[in-house]
Each structure stands twice: as structure tokens, then as C-alpha cells.
């Protein structure tokens, strides 16, 4: 059965720091490897998909990547801001409508 | 741009009672799909669908039903509500199935069972 872990639980970093949210999964199995931000009382919004055959992918001040053999993603996020803080999700695909989840890292960016 | 929609957004019930969760979509999305979320833990798939007519079982699917007679929406039930179903209920759609493509997700309804 696929897990996905999340950490750390939860981050605090003051604004301007780069940093690194990690994703562990234990199948590596997995056709993709999603990441999500959820803003408080708010769904979930993709942010980066990583395809099993890519090593990462950009999109403005985020990087996510994917080492499959390792079970391990990581986002990075550079110069962050106090808008950037939310709860973050990654999930892994494995086929089948089924996207597993972690239970998300809560960052919060100190101005 | 109202993407996914979800009513109600907050809902208190009593043990016993039942009540159904709607969730809209405007994109044209073929598949949709119901989640739970639960403190300290990550999203877990109630039941999905891959097109209009359809359902099938998630990860989850016992004490709910869902109904999607219309491509635009998908309907969750609860026909007997128990205290371990509080929780904060997502819907989400996307063009192919599962992860193939990011899912689109609504704001959730808020649950709490008495």
C-alpha cells in the first residue's frame, strides 16, 4: 500500500529565506507526483505535477523534484514571502483515479 | 470563473440524519471525485466518476452514496450520518482520469456530526 510522508509537520522561516519542503512515498510505482497549496478554509490548488519520466519542474519561485528511486520529492521554494504561507500537499499518482495523498507541511513565512 | 462549487459550505447534523453534498463544475470535466479530509491526515478518496452515469468506489465508500445523472454535477450522500464522518468534505474534477492531469478542487463543506 502507497504512503506518502510529509516533513516537517510544519515550518516557520522568516520572509527572504529559500527553503525545502520534503515528500517521501514508499512505492515507487507512481505515474506522477503532484504538489498542492491549501490556503485556511480553502480546497486544494495545484502548483507543480511531475511526470515519472521528469526529474523536475519549475514554475516561478518554485522548484519541485522527483527522484523516484529514492521515494523522494522535494519543493523548494526561493525568497519566501509572507503570501507564500499555506499548508502544502503532495501526492502521488499510482494509476487507477487514485492520487495519494501526504498530510502536508504547515509553512509559515514570518514578515 | 466559478471552476468547482460546492453547497453547503458549513453543515451540523445529529446522529441518524442524512443530507446530501452538491458539487457543481463548469469546465467539462469528465471525471469528479469526492474526498475527506481529516486532521492530520492527508486527503482519502470517497468515490469518483468518469463520466456522466457512472460511479465507482474510492479508498472510503462506506456510509455514502453519490449519484452523477448530469455531466456537470456529482452528488454525495449520507444516508444515516455518524460522528466518525466529520470531516471536511472536497470535491475536485479534471479532464483525464486520476492524476493524469492536475484536479480543479472546491473551497469543501465543513461537516460535524452530533
Known amino acids: 500500500k502507497q504512503e506518502v510522508t510529509q516533513i516537517p509537520a510544519a515550518l516557520s522561516v522568516p520572509e527572504g529565506e529559500n527553503l525545502v519542503l520534503n515528500c517521501s512515498f514508499t512505492?515507487?510505482?507512481?505515474?506522477?507526483l503532484q504538489w498542492f497549496r491549501q490556503d485556511p478554509g480553502k480546497g486544494l490548488t495545484s502548483l507543480l505535477l511531475?511526470?515519472?519520466?521528469?526529474r523536475e519542474q519549475t514554475s516561478g519561485r518554485l522548484n519541485a523534484s522527483l527522484d523516484k528511486s529514492s521515494g523522494r520529492s522535494t519543493l523548494y521554494i526561493a525568497a519566501s514571502q509572507p503570501g507564500d504561507s499555506a499548508t502544502y500537499l503532495c501526492?502521488?499518482?499510482?494509476?487507477?483515479?487514485?492520487?495519494?495523498f501526504g498530510a502536508g507541511t504547515i509553512l509559515r513565512v514570518k514578515s | 470563473n466559478a471552476g468547482v462549487t460546492q453547497t453547503p459550505k458549513f453543515r451540523v447534523l445529529k446522529t441518524g440524519q442524512s443530507m446530501t453534498l452538491l458539487c457543481a463544475q463548469d469546465?467539462?470535466?469528465?471525471?469528479m471525485y469526492w474526498y475527506r479530509q481529516d486532521p492530520g491526515m492527508g486527503l482519502r478518496l470517497i468515490h469518483y466518476?468518469?463520466?456522466?452515469?457512472?460511479?465507482a468506489k474510492g479508498e472510503v465508500p462506506d456510509g455514502y452514496n453519490v449519484s452523477r445523472l448530469k455531466k456537470q454535477n456529482f452528488l454525495l450522500g449520507l444516508e444515516s450520518a455518524a460522528p466518525s464522518q466529520t470531516s471536511v468534505y472536497f470535491c475536485?474534477?479534471?479532464?483525464?482520469?486520476?492524476?493524469?492531469?492536475?484536479?480543479?478542487f472546491g473551497d469543501g463543506t465543513r461537516l460535524s456530526i452530533l
Open positions: 501526492a502521488a499518482y499510482m494509476g487507477g483515479n487514485k492520487l495519494v
Open positions: 512505492d515507487s510505482a507512481i505515474y506522477n
Open positions: 511531475i511526470q515519472s519520466s521528469q
Open positions: 469546465m467539462n470535466h469528465e471525471y
Open positions: 466518476s468518469v463520466g456522466e452515469g457512472t460511479t
Open positions: 475536485a474534477s479534471n479532464h483525464a482520469g486520476g492524476g493524469g492531469q492536475p484536479q480543479h
